[in-house]
């Protein structure tokens, strides 16, 4: 009975083990090699949804040419490549808003120093179904549908049709930068920091579903960025009050500064980069990079 | 060896030689055997381990949200802005959320699966039962992801044009889903208990004159049910706990929902949409964890109250 009980000791405290052991693995691990001699080893890259196209692109193009280096890319939203960031498990977090100063101070705790980048301008673009007979909003007409105090489509001089107002999901840096910008009412003189989001506006988990919903439903609105603009949706003009003119999107409007929602893309690092992050940020901040981001759609820096 | 020279001094040899054998074997046999069952053991032990694990984890990572919202404002609020200044985390939205999608799949799901388990088992000729119910089965191998696709790109439409709504994304757009997705458990495990229940039941019902159906309603059914309650409640549980179809379909709206054609947000979706940008320890990331214990306790109360049925059920059939 003895060695019984002994044995079911020893079986027990194995298991144990076993769990600590996998446990422990999952928790170590994640971080990837930035010691590049010759323009070698890993880049992880992982943010917004906004950004990933452009670098998926640039990602190509830098592997054509550095046959050794190894870039992954990734774009569940903002938030998410800021956290990573945050936490040490990513090299690079895309984020189409700037880092706030809590995740800033989140990070230096952590031992990570946050190193920011703007790797080109995007022009928020608002966007509605081809049929719809609404051409232009003021940012106000916007707040006042993002915050469901507008609900149809005839109060804005459309058709008499409910308003289905899509946003991305909290991960989303579009989402904050929407709020932040046209929900608040950012920098105009009817600014209110306490406005939020109506509980009615549905939040997706891909801009990619967005615009197709837009591309589907006469109701539907939805602001994606300059790069998911199509034929299959129509962008709105944007006016700042209901005095200034209607301006589009596009990289004209957005360069010369008369598009009133145009945003940075950045990239942060933990400090400043090396190695083959370095040449590979280089790379997408040079002219020939700078060309691609104009084919993918958005603002180049110059 | 003692053994083996004392029966040799006994006579026969090729006794000796085959008890001999058989000895050696039935050791090899209880080493064989006493491995096995350590090895049982272990699984066994693993099992409650992670259970633990999962249990621990989740309290302690989502209890200290109540430091920050006392529970009965995280139980009974409306709002959620997890990412404003100051943050505010209420979650009743997603409860009813969680709790319409999880009706109407099972509202849908429940009669349509044991009407057709108890036409494969009662009713079908051999053959039809032998292709169908492969078929069926193969309903549950479709991946969520797929679902959620086929949600979106044929569902969501033809629910938008024929309850005339603003949009397609609502939450009996997801259940409908679900309820599809549960369809193959349902099916396949009560049409297995009402094969299971004897024909002697059958023989005795028609012998008493009853029709096909009064012998299904009244003979079958009762006595497999608690194969069948089983089986709604491995339904019921993959409605409450699918994720990505419900993030894709249901519509994300943050209002308590109050009809299940308006857009929604499950429980669930809520914490896969959030988990991604919550810093590891913040708040946020608190309050999906609280999510994510809720949503255990929901389940757990399912399963005991689904035993309790089931004990009261077979008590009233023995007698």
Redesign the interface.
Same mark, same amino acid.
């Given at each position: 009975m003895h060695s019984r009980l002994k044995?079911?000791w020893l079986?027990?405290s194995?298991?144990?083990l076993?769990?600590a052991a996998i446990?422990l693995a999952g928790c170590s691990g994640g971080t990837s090699g930035t010691n590049g001699d010759e323009l070698s080893g890993s880049i992880k890259i992982i943010g917004s949804n906004t950004v990933t196209p452009l670098t998926s692109v640039w990602a190509e193009e830098f592997m054509k040419m550095h046959p050794g280096a190894r870039i992954s890319v990734s774009g569940?939203?903002?938030?998410?490549g800021? $956290?990573a960031l945050?936490?040490g498990t990513t090299d690079i977090g895309q984020a189409s808003r700037k880092m706030k100063a809590?995740?800033i101070e989140?990070a230096e705790a952590n031992g990570v120093y946050p190193y920011e980048i703007q790797v080109a301008t995007d022009a928020l673009s608002v966007v509605v179904h081809p049929d719809n007979p609404v051409s232009e909003l003021t940012i106000a007409q916007l707040s006042a549908i993002y915050t469901n105090r507008i609900t149809n489509w005839k109060d804005v001089g459309g058709n008499d049709?409910?308003?289905?107002a899509l946003s991305r999901?909290?991960?989303s840096g579009t989402?904050?930068f929407f709020k932040e910008h046209i929900v608040q009412m950012k920098g105009l003189p009817t600014e209110d920091k306490s406005l939020?989001?109506?509980?009615?506006?549905?939040?997706?988990?891909s801009t990619q579903?967005g615009a197709?919903?837009v591309a589907?439903?006469p109701? $539907?609105i939805f602001y994606p960025g300059l790069g998911y603009v199509t034929e299959a949706v129509k962008p709105l003009g944007i006016k700042k009050t209901a005095k200034d003119e209607a301006v589009l999107p596009s990289v004209e409007t957005a360069l010369d500064g008369t598009y009133p929602v145009a945003r940075p893309l950045l990239y942060y690092t933990d400090g400043e980069p090396n190695g083959v992050i370095k040449a590979f940020i280089d790379y997408s901040l040079s002219a020939e990079g700078q060309q691609k981001v104009t084919e993918v759609g958005y603002v180049p820096l110059k | 060896m003692e053994g083996s020279i004392a029966t040799i001094m006994k006579g026969s040899v090729s006794a000796t030689i085959a008890e001999d054998l058989e000895k050696s074997l039935r050791r090899r046999w209880r080493l064989g055997e006493k491995f096995i069952e350590?090895w049982i053991?272990?699984a066994g032990?693993?099992a409650i381990?992670?259970l633990l694990?999962i249990v621990t984890l989740l309290l302690k990572e989502g209890l200290p949200i109540f430091f920050h919202t006392p529970p009965w404002e995280f139980f009974f609020g409306?709002?959620w802005?997890?990412?404003?200044?100051p943050p505010t985390f209420g979650i009743m939205?997603f409860f009813i959320s969680t709790l319409m999608i999880t009706a109407v799949a099972t509202a849908i799901a429940v009669p349509v699966g044991i009407g057709c388990a108890a036409y494969l088992a009662e009713l079908a000729p051999a053959k039809v039962r032998e292709t169908v119910k492969p078929i069926i089965e193969m309903l549950a191998g479709i991946p969520s992801v797929m679902m959620g696709l086929i949600g979106?790109m044929l569902l969501s439409?033809l629910v938008?044009s024929l309850f005339n709504l603003?949009?397609?994304?609502t939450g009996l757009t997801a259940g409908i889903m679900l309820s599809l997705m549960s369809l193959p458990i349902i099916v396949s495990v009560s049409e297995d208990a009402l094969r299971a229940v004897p024909d002697e039941f059958r023989e005795a019902s028609y012998a008493l004159g009853a029709t096909k159906w009064e012998t299904i309603r009244h003979v079958c059914i009762p006595a497999a049910i608690s194969g069948i309650a089983a089986a709604v409640m491995l339904g019921v549980g993959r409605a409450i706990g699918e994720t990505m179809t419900v993030?894709?379909i249901a519509?994300?709206?943050?209002?308590?929902p109050h009809s299940p054609t308006e857009?929604m947000?499950s429980m669930t979706a809520a914490i896969?949409?959030?988990i991604?940008?919550?810093?590891?320890g913040?708040l946020q990331y608190q309050a999906l964890f609280a999510i994510g214990l809720i949503l255990f306790v929901m389940t757990l109360a399912v399963n005991l109250i689904a035993d309790r049925v089931l004990a009261r059920q077979k008590r009233k059939f023995a007698r």
């Open positions: 044995r079911k079986v027990l194995l298991a144990y076993l769990a446990t569940p939203g903002s938030g998410v800021i $956290a945050i936490d809590k995740e989140q049709a409910p308003i289905v999901d909290t991960n989402h904050v939020e989001y109506g509980s009615k506006v549905l939040l997706l988990p579903e197709s919903e589907r439903n109701n $539907a | 350590g053991l272990l032990l693993l381990v992670v694990g409306t709002k802005y997890p990412v404003s200044d939205p979106l439409p938008q603003p949009t397609g994304l993030l894709m519509g994300g709206a943050l209002a308590v857009p947000m896969a949409s959030g991604g940008n919550a810093v590891r913040g």
